[in-house]
């Protein structure tokens, strides 16, 4: 089966855990550390293997961060192709405090991307033409722009799937 391609723009690391309270200027000891490869497209992508679908996750990643979002996706068993930006991959976390049952959120902006990284789908080649595909999805919210610089138009999307899919010796989605 042809995988359903997803476009992540602004991956990051979601790390989650627990705390008893969270203060300010105290130290929050938290336990239940997990980490999971985010971003909306990469979620749409474990939604799409859990369900038992075949996906295949093109995302930009950069820095010491981008190679742990690469193997977060792998131990998943997740299949992607990285398109190497030169900025580090955002790491977001989560805090449940125990004793309100609340939720605290850190996420920052993301990296700053250059249009040379994301016009460039020449990062995202390693598919064979066999693994083409017919479905793309782009999620998420993009990445900081380099000023004067314009990402996230429909057709800047469109080129990019449209390029993926040259590349891989598939039909446009």
């Keep these: 089966m042809k995988p359903i391609v997803t476009l ?10 627990e705390a008893e309270a969270v203060r300010p ?23 799409i293997h859990e369900l038992g679908g075949s996906s295949l996750a093109v995302y930009l990643a950069g820095g ?7 193997d977060l996706l792998t131990r998943n068993g997740i299949g992607g192709r990285r398109i ?19 939720e605290y959120r850190f996420v920052p902006e993301g990296p700053e991307v250059a249009p040379s990284e994301w016009q460039d789908s020449r990062g995202a080649r390693g598919a064979a033409p066999g693994e083409a595909f017919r479905w793309g999805v782009a999620a998420g919210a ?9 990402l996230c138009r429909r057709e800047d999307v469109e080129r990019l799937f449209g390029a993926l899919s040259q590349e891989q010796g598939a039909l446009a989605p």
Excluded: C, M, Q, Y
Excluded at 28 to 42: K, M
Excluded at 64 to 70: K, R
Excluded at 142 to 150: E, Q
């Design 8 to 17: 992540t723009l602004n991956p990051s690391i979601d790390g989650s855990s």
């Design 25 to 47: 200027i105290h130290k929050v000891r938290t336990s239940n550390e997990r980490f999971e490869p985010g971003g909306g497209g990469s979620n749409v992508t474990r939604v």
């Design 64 to 70: 010491v961060t981008g190679s742990v979002l690469e």
């Design 84 to 102: 190497p930006i030169r900025d580090h991959t955002r790491v977001s976390h989560t805090v449940f405090e125990r004793t309100t049952g609340l």
């Design 142 to 150: 993009a990445a900081v722009l380099t000023p004067g610089t314009g």
